[in-house]
């Protein structure tokens, strides 16, 4: 059986991709990915061999002429390596597959690591989405990466219960990896995320700014900023306006191993997303045994227990400084999350133990 991935090799899509691919011991599937020109990735290695990959015109932005050579560049790869089964990723990807797959006729599956439509910051733009992800369904079968996301699949996009699935993101275990960078000995919290809609940096900002007025020696390193960022030179003003700039330290793009090793050293893990599919950055944290305070929405649920292994909070940054603060100064309840957190791990999101479900799901859908 061949698959064949579709999706640009970035952020945590590379790391699901790379990941899937790399743990599925099965010598009767064979993998070809398919990613845009423009990714700067390095190769993806199953039992010590460079998995086949072609580059094509996939980018983010809308673009007709574009995706029309994109689409017509897929269809020829498809024709020329005949795969068994589509696996396609997010927004642009996830459409241009699902087209393709209806074109030549190949059984596809379609995981979106969140909707397109949840990053519509208007009425308009999200009926927009939500009515491309509708007429896309076509044939194909919903491959979530979380309960939330399949439920919101069935819900608003109109997927038939059948054609919803569910495998979980899951990641190797962090605990025994270090990265080589030397991290600093003071206190901070960790925070990775680009500074973009979705990850809702000036939301964070108050955050931040509510916590300093109550304690200024805590300061936040904030992970993965500089790829990919619209925000960015923003999101730079407003910590100058709000004088917070001795308090946070804006870490570039990092080795994946390297910024795992900042999220070891930190007290917790923090995350404000206004939505995710299933958080890898959040999965990986509570690999490394870290409470975690995060945004109660989709994909965020699906880890966090509220007040076992963290907070679920809403949308209110004296909220978020409350509990940051309360988890800051006890040390016990943070003991008490860590233990949790790295057991929910064990049980639900270690590729170790969960990839034999995508491979179930991949001979049986």
Known sequence: ??????????????????????????????????????????????????????????????????????????????????????????????????????????????????????????????????????????????????????????????????????????????????GKIEVTKEHFISYIGRPCYQKNPFFLLDVIRKVMEVDSSIKFYLLGVGYHSPYLEEMQKRISELHIEDNIILQPWLLHDDCLEYVRKSMFYLTVSLYEGLPLSVIEAMSLGKAVVASDVTGNKD??????????????????????????????????????SRKIYLSKFQIEKQIFMLQTIYRRS
């Open 1 to 178: 059986m061949k698959i064949m991935h579709i999706g640009q090799l970035i952020g945590g899509l590379d790391v699901y991709i790379r990941n899937s691919v790399a743990y599925l011991n099965d010598e009767f599937i064979d993998f070809v990915i398919i990613h845009g020109k423009d990714d700067k990735s390095r190769p993806v290695i199953r039992n010590n061999n460079i998995v086949k990959e072609y580059t094509v015109s996939l980018s983010r932005s809308l673009n007709f002429w574009k995706d029309l050579l994109c689409l017509i560049q897929v269809i020829k790869l498809i024709v020329k390596e005949r795969p068994d089964k589509i696996h396609c990723h997010s927004a642009k990807g996830g459409m241009i597959g699902r087209v393709a797959g209806l074109l030549t006729q190949t059984k596809t599956f379609y995981t979106p690591h969140a909707f397109s439509f949840l990053s519509s910051s208007s009425k308009l733009k999200y009926k927009i989405f939500l009515f491309l992800e509708r007429i896309t369904r076509f044939n194909s079968y919903l491959l979530a990466c979380s309960e939330s996301e399949r439920q919101m699949g069935i819900k608003l996009v109109g997927y038939k219960e059948e054609r919803a699935l569910v495998w979980h993101n899951s990641v190797p275990d962090a605990s025994w990896k270090h």
């Open 303 to 340: 880890c966090v227990i509220n007040g076992v292994n963290g907070y679920l909070l809403p949308f209110d940054a004296d909220v978020f400084a409350q509990k940051i603060l309360e988890l800051l100064k006890n040390e016990d309840r943070r003991k008490t999350f860590e233990i949790n």
